[in-house]
């Protein structure tokens, strides 16, 4: 099993400052990675697929970066819609897995 | 439009038995590698199952044994039947959409709520 490893577990900041989050996984996952962005009460909702690519409708201010081992989530300028939990998630190889995520906080 | 509504949760005894049940609208059911997610209270994210187009399953080890992923085109809906039901099976249980062959789910339903209590 590919263990996802997400840091920091939580992040505060203000907003209008940039985030940066690491998902690292135990074992190349290629470029097989998607974020997940997950508020109270809410379903998820995918933020990137294939480690860079934005899906349909997500702001240009989220962008991820990465292949093999070592992926990062950024957000440019936070706005308060952005604080929530944050996942990533792999299909390189059975079992797809996640991490254990990250919660973006207002500090 | 694409919706997923997730129904069939509720209450049940340990070593019990229960079918979820995904119905899938706006998209053809058995094109898209469609998959179970579940969350237990106030925990992250896990992957259950998932079945692809042609019909291959997979499932998570602690799923293995106790589940079975299914589908049905003509009620276009997707199955999760559960058996042997355990007190950390308590989850929130969701279906997604894959991307057509990519790295990410693009739909998710609302989630039922399963929860394994005497």
């Known amino acids: 099993e590919i263990v996802l490893t997400q840091s920091p577990a939580t992040l505060s900041l203000s907003p209008g400052e940039r985030a940066t989050l690491s998902c690292r996984a135990r074992?190349?996952?290629?470029?097989?990675l998607a974020w997940y962005q997950q508020k109270p009460g809410q379903a998820p909702r995918l933020l990137i697929y294939?480690?860079?690519n934005r899906a349909t409708g997500i702001p240009a201010r989220f962008s991820g970066s990465g292949s093999g081992t070592d992926f990062t989530l950024s957000i440019s300028s936070l706005e308060p819609e952005d604080f929530a939990v944050y996942y990533c998630q792999q299909r390189g190889s059975w079992p797809w897995t996640f991490g254990q995520g990250t919660k973006v906080e207002i500090k | 439009e694409v919706q997923l509504v997730e129904s069939g949760g509720g209450l049940v005894q340990p070593g019990g038995s229960l079918r979820l049940s995904c119905a899938a609208s706006?998209?053809?059911?058995?094109?898209?590698?469609m998959t179970w997610v579940r969350q237990a209270p106030g925990k992250g994210l896990d992957w259950v199952s998932t079945i692809g187009p042609g019909g291959d399953t997979h499932y998570a080890d602690p799923m293995k044994g106790r589940s079975t992923i299914s589908r049905d085109i003509s009620k276009t809906t997707l199955y999760l039947e559960m058996n042997s039901l355990r007190a950390e099976d308590t989850a929130l249980y969701y279906c997604?959409?894959?991307?057509?062959?990519?790295?990410?789910?693009?739909?998710w339903g609302q989630g039922t709520l399963v929860t394994v209590s005497s």
């Open positions: 997604a959409k894959s991307v057509p062959g990519r790295a990410g789910f693009d739909q």
């Open positions: 074992q190349s996952v290629s470029s097989s």
């Open positions: 706006g998209f053809t059911l058995s094109s898209y590698t």
């Open positions: 294939d480690a860079s």
